[in-house]
């Protein structure tokens, strides 16, 4: 950070609650072993994402921050054994804007979403005299389905929008309203770039052409331009989204997305899982459900979303104010 070195900011919400703590036992090892040769087949899957992340960062000449909460404490740049730690402890939750405070006091340990780990992003300004400018995820929190009967809007949005910081993501999960999300995006102010698309990016799902569309751009530079513009002169403590859409290849039909999905919100449903707990059960519901193909394509977007963040963080390295 002191001398300008490009930092990629990493949440950590999906290491101790997105991904399993298992190896790997689906289909899809040959796919695995390609995105990334040195991926250990018998680790647990969120440890070794965790890890390929860093490298992918490395690889592209970036710095990975990654940001959590240890034992009470906060933690960015986390080391290897930490985050070895973070990974294996199944009493870590995930923390965000909400909930970090409870976790400082209690001495606990978290993984910090999207917001949680934005508000890294200020605590190293305060201790550097720069900020990060990049945070890479693999999707975004958003608007859950029924939303007019229970608001659970994600605070990741409300974060997003008061943080100088682009977040490169594959758009929003495909666990939630995309249409919906997208429109709240808007409301809050916070630019929505595609590289490369048009429609609005939704992980493992691919695009969604009924939602509002992106501003496309080319290239990580012409991103890095127009962040660098809005920054400037329209909104300097606000942020804006990088949506990466997953390669034609690994996307699964929508059809496939969608029964799994409405199996998901059922069995969240019938258990009674709401808040926090809510995205993790999705999730793992929809790894079920489709035989770990929307495990494999959501390692692949956030190996991806690693890399173009990098890239992005070399046209965007930290600033001093
Ligand atoms: N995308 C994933 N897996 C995840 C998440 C996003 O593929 O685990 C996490 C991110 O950390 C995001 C958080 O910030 O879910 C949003 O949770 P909530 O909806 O509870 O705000
Ligand atoms: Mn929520």
Avoid: Y
């Avoid at 490009?6 to 950590?12: A, G, Q, R, S």
């Amino acid at each position: 950070m002191s001398d300008g070195s490009p930092v990629v900011l990493l949440e950590t919400a999906v290491t101790t609650r997105g991904l399993p703590r298992e190896g790997w036992s689906w289909q899809g090892r040959d796919v695995i072993t390609d995105l990334e040769p040195d991926w250990n087949l018998q680790g647990p899957v969120n440890l070794e994402l965790a890890r390929s992340m860093s490298r992918c960062v490395r690889r592209e000449g970036a710095i990975p921050a990654t940001v959590a909460i240890m034992d009470g404490r906060w933690r960015i740049g986390l080391e290897p054994d930490e985050l070895e730690q973070l990974a294996q402890d199944e009493t870590a939750g995930k923390a965000s804007i909400t909930s970090i405070a409870a976790a400082l006091h209690s001495g606990s340990s978290a993984g910090t979403t999207v917001s949680g780990a934005l508000i890294a992003a200020g605590l190293m300004k305060r201790v550097t005299g720069r900020a990060p400018s990049v945070l890479a995820t693999g999707g975004i929190g958003g608007v859950h389905f029924d939303w007019s009967r229970q608001p659970d809007v994600s605070a990741d949005l409300k974060v997003m929008a008061s943080t100088p910081v682009v977040v490169v993501s594959a758009g929003v999960k495909s666990i939630v309203d995309v249409v919906a999300t997208r429109e709240w995006l808007e409301t809050l102010g916070i630019p929505v770039m595609g590289l490369g698309t048009t429609a609005f990016p939704c992980f493992i799902a691919g695009v969604d052409e009924r939602a509002p569309g992106v501003l496309k751009v080319d290239s990580e530079s012409e991103a890095a331009d127009i962040a660098r513009l809005h920054w400037e002169t329209v909104d300097p403590s606000g942020g804006l989204l990088l949506g990466v859409p997953l390669p034609e290849c690994s996307v699964l039909e929508a059809s496939i997305v969608q029964e799994a999905n409405d199996r998901a919100e059922s069995s969240a449903n019938e258990a009674g899982v709401d808040g926090p707990d809510r995205t993790p059960h999705l999730l793992s519901h929809m790894a079920e459900e489709t035989d770990g193909r929307s495990l494999i394509a959501n390692i692949q977007l956030l190996l991806a979303n690693a890399k173009v963040a990098s890239r992005l963080a070399r046209s965007l390295p930290p600033q001093p104010s």
